[in-house]
């Protein structure tokens, strides 16, 4: 062979090499984008955590469900996860909420007054998204995956019982709950407010539970509503104290930065 050709030879290999790995890049990043939106999103909004090592939490909170029945994913399998990032407690800025889910972060958003589930890293990895495995696979599936009510122990459902437990155990001193004065029954037994955060406060470390009732123009109840009465007997030895509030007013505290925060109502 002369040098020339040699030359052209060694140029067209290295060519391909370059295309072989750009087209591998390409391919690489679409598969894995169309394969695991789910992580993505996990790892994007875990990274605001800066203290965490998201592809570890990642890792813990797969092997909750992956390779299973997603019927059959029990609160339990998310302990691991749950030690591994766990609830840092606020005391006397913890929110709770049921059935008010925009008029609280619309609150907790724009002012640094209450941390809600959704403000920590597990409450916010996940809102709003579905997930699931099955038996014999390795992957994590986000489309027919079993939906809140299809069978108890989903991997959802068991997610947020266990992570709502967890939020409401590190709980201490005042606590805040936001429901909802425009349904009929603004303490539903049925809700996980009820069902599993009000059964896990601890009243050794919480004293008093502050209910903000949020009317609206179409209010059809107030704080002497019975199911509140439950709520207070729920509550044991914790303190109860239950005010109606106007939406309007908790706005103009959400949008009002010079108001301290336990003067909003
Ligand atoms: C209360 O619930 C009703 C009915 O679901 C809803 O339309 C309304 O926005 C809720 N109110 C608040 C303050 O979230
Ligand atoms: C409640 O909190 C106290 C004090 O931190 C702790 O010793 C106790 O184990 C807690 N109880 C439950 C049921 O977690
Ligand atoms: C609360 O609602 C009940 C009916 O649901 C009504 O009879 C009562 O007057 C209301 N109380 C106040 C203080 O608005
Ligand atoms: C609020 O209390 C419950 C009992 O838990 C009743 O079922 C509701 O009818 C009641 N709501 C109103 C508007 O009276």
């Known amino acids: ?38 992580k993505r999103t996990f790892l994007d909004r875990c990274g605001k955590f800066k203290e965490y090592d998201c592809q570890n939490v990642w890792s813990i909170f797969e092997q909750a469900y ?28 913890m929110m709770f909420w049921s059935k008010t889910k925009d008029v609280v972060h619309d ?38 995956c079993p939906g809140w009510s299809d069978c108890v122990n989903n991997p959802v459902r068991s997610f947020w019982n266990s992570v709502s437990a967890a939020f409401a155990k590190a709980a201490c001193g005042q ?23 009000v059964k896990n406060l601890n009243s050794t470390t919480v004293q008093k539970l502050n209910v903000v009732l949020v009317i609206q123009k179409n209010a059809v109840t107030n704080c002497t509503n019975a199911s509140l009465e439950n709520l207070k007997k729920d509550l044991g030895e914790i303190q109860y104290d239950c005010k109606e509030v ?3 007013q908790i706005q103009e505290c959400a949008s009002d930065p010079e108001k301290p925060c336990g003067s909003c109502w």
């Open 246 to 248: 106007p939406e309007s």
């Open 1 to 38: 062979m002369d040098r020339k050709r040699r030359r052209l030879c060694l140029l067209a290999s290295l060519l391909v090499v370059l295309l072989i790995i750009i087209l591998g890049v390409v391919l690489g990043l679409t598969l894995n984008r169309d394969r695991d939106p789910l």
């Open 107 to 144: 609150f907790t958003n724009k002012r640094d007054c209450f941390i809600t589930m959704e403000d920590t890293l597990l409450g916010s990895v996940l809102d709003g998204l579905r997930w699931c495995g099955e038996e014999g696979s390795t992957e994590t599936f986000t489309t027919d």
């Open 175 to 197: 606590v805040t709950t936001m429901l909802n004065g425009s349904i009929d029954t603004p303490y539903s037994p049925s809700s996980v407010f009820a069902s599993i955060e």
């Open 66 to 93: 992956v390779n299973k029945d997603p019927c059959n994913v029990p609160p339990e399998a998310y302990h691991p996860l749950i030690a591994a990032a766990p609830i840092i407690p606020a005391c006397n800025r």
